[in-house]
């Protein structure tokens, strides 16, 4: 069959008709999607809080141990030199 072509006066009677016929739009938009990205933003952020805090006590615990390391090795040298007298 071939395609029916509708005038541009009939094409915009048409589409007057069909948006005539789709109901108006009341109220606000998107307020669960707004809670929704509330919650899941501050899930975020408490995330990124709570990994902040893990990294720097785990760098405080990485730099205990290396003092710790320093300073037997210290003590050790210590000892070697009182040893060799």
Do not use: C, N, W
Not at 10 to 20: F, K, S, V
Not at 50 to 75: G, N, P
């Amino acid at each position: 069959f071939p395609p029916l072509r509708y005038s541009d006066e009939e094409t915009e009677r048409l589409l007057a008709e069909a948006y005539a016929g789709i109901p108006e739009r009341t109220g606000k938009r998107g307020t669960r999607a707004l809670k929704r990205q509330k919650v899941r933003f501050r899930g975020i952020r408490k995330a990124r809080a709570i990994k902040k805090a893990e990294k720097i006590a785990h760098h405080f615990d990485r730099m205990e141990k290396r003092s710790k390391k320093v300073q037997d090795i210290l003590r050790m040298k210590e000892i070697a030199v009182e040893s060799r007298e």
